[in-house]
């Protein structure tokens, strides 16, 4: 089955930049979207079509994809945005079925 | 404002059926795909499968086919998760999402489901 593969943590100090990974075979042909989940917290989507921004989502919070490979970029990250962020895709078969990666634990110390 | 609200926090036994439910409010609910993720105790999320309400067209996470049952009833708003025999690997928390394009958009707040002897 299909396989979205993210580091398992990140850590960064406060204002500097964060990038996140995702990879995947489908990545070339299909959107990655970004959640955020705090702890007991539901998910919320911060970066959707790989690099689009929901509105609220605050502008240092950024997407970008190429190849096989997306990335969820914070510039300046802040306390607050330590989390767990999750990578998310469809595959390549055309039939809506979703995936996500594994998750990434942001600390920002 | 999309809502999406999910029915109260469960403890069942194994072997015992389930049926959780979500109610969309806010938007077309017979328009979008709507669909659970599971989220096991300390674990990530999975995408276990969707519906659409207009003509009750659903796919499953090959993990998931088989083991549960996603419904629809479009005359109240409200998508249904459903086991037959719950096991206590079936513990974990239950997001209803419903799907703009081909991915969550919005989420539910969760319903803990804990299956336990």
């Known amino acids: 089955s299909y396989e979205l593969t993210q580091p398992p943590s990140v850590s960064v100090s406060p204002g500097q930049t964060a990038r996140i990974t995702c990879s995947g075979d489908?990545?070339?042909?299909?959107?990655a979207y970004w959640y955020q989940q705090k702890s007991g917290q539901a998910p919320v989507l911060v970066i959707y079509?790989?690099?689009k921004r929901p509105s609220g989502i605050p502008e240092r919070f950024s997407g970008s994809s190429s190849g096989t490979m997306a990335t969820l970029t914070i510039s300046g990250a802040q306390v607050e945005d330590e989390a767990d962020y999750y990578c998310?895709?469809?595959?390549?078969?055309?039939?809506?079925?979703?995936?996500f990666g594994g998750g990434t634990k942001l600390t920002v110390l | 404002e999309v809502q999406l609200v999910q029915s109260g926090a469960e403890v069942k036994k194994p072997g015992e059926s389930l049926k959780i439910s979500c109610k969309g409010s806010?938007?077309?609910?017979?328009?979008?795909?709507i669909g659970w993720v599971r989220q096991m105790p300390g674990k990530g999320l999975e995408w276990m499968g969707i519906?659409?309400?207009?003509?009750?067209?659903?796919r499953y996470s090959p993990s998931f086919q088989g083991q549960v049952t996603i419904s629809a009833d479009k005359s109240i708003s409200t998508a249904y998760l459903q086991w037959s025999s719950l096991k206590a690997s079936d513990t974990a928390m239950y997001y209803c999402?419903?799907?703009?394009?081909?991915?969550?958009?919005?989420w539910g707040q969760g319903t803990l489901v804990t299956v336990s002897s």
């Open positions: 519906i659409y309400p207009g003509d009750s067209d659903t």
């Open positions: 998310y895709s469809t595959d390549s078969s055309g039939n809506h079925r979703g995936v």
């Open positions: 489908a990545l070339p042909k299909k959107y």
């Open positions: 079509e790989d690099s």
């Open positions: 999402v419903r799907h703009g394009h081909t991915a969550p958009f919005n």
């Open positions: 806010g938007y077309s609910f017979t328009s979008y795909w």
